[in-house]
């Protein structure tokens, strides 16, 4: 899960016929093909899940809105997502406006733990679910197998980072401003 789409087409390469027939293998296979649509330079792909009203919300609502989009997968069961939403939570407040909005899609699959976190993390950005968990249609689509991952979406629509620290998001940001 840790490898880069790179790594793992570099070893998929190595593959004689018969491995690559492998179910596990075919499984890798088709998730590098989804990695390399959603890969920087690539246009967004566009999903619409709900909110915890059970408002219908598409990404596309959002694009073009900010300079840039954070889409932040996560879930409140997800020890490393709790660490890091206080710092998220920050940055937000700093740059919130013309310059960022931020897009959380949950991997949730529990409603009431979904919208427990958002409460208990004082999480004001939009925050979206279809809580199927892993499952989840959005997950699929950006090929999501490890939380937090983020993606970092320009004005255009163009995806120009994937998992993108905080220190580089502030760079990036400031040099926009």
């Given amino acids: ?3 880069s789409t790179e790594e793992k087409l570099e070893i998929l390469n190595k593959m004689n016929a018969q491995q690559l027939e492998l179910k596990q293998i075919k499984d890798i296979r088709a998730n590098v093909e989804i990695e390399k649509k959603v890969a920087p330079g690539n246009q967004f792909i566009d999903f619409t899940l709900n909110n915890t009203d059970n408002i219908p919300v598409s990404l596309s609502q959002y694009i073009g809105k900010t300079n840039y989009l954070l889409v932040e997968f996560w879930a409140s069961w997800c020890p490393d997502c709790m660490r890091f939403l206080p710092q998220l939570s920050a940055f ?11 897009v959380g899609v949950s991997l949730d699959e529990n409603k ?6 958002i409460q208990r993390k004082s999480i004001t950005w939009v925050n979206i679910s279809d809580l199927k968990g892993w499952k989840s249609e959005a997950a699929q689509k950006y090929a999501v197998s490890s939380i937090p991952c983020t993606f970092l979406i320009d004005r255009s629509g163009k995806i120009i980072y994937k998992n993108p620290g905080l220190q580089q998001l502030e760079e990036i940001i400031s040099k926009g401003e």
Avoid at 92 to 102: N, Q, R, S, T, V
């Fill in 1 to 3: 899960y840790l490898m």
């Fill in 92 to 102: 937000y407040a700093k740059h919130h406006g013309k310059m960022l909005e931020i």
């Fill in 112 to 117: 009431q733990a979904w919208a427990g976190a």
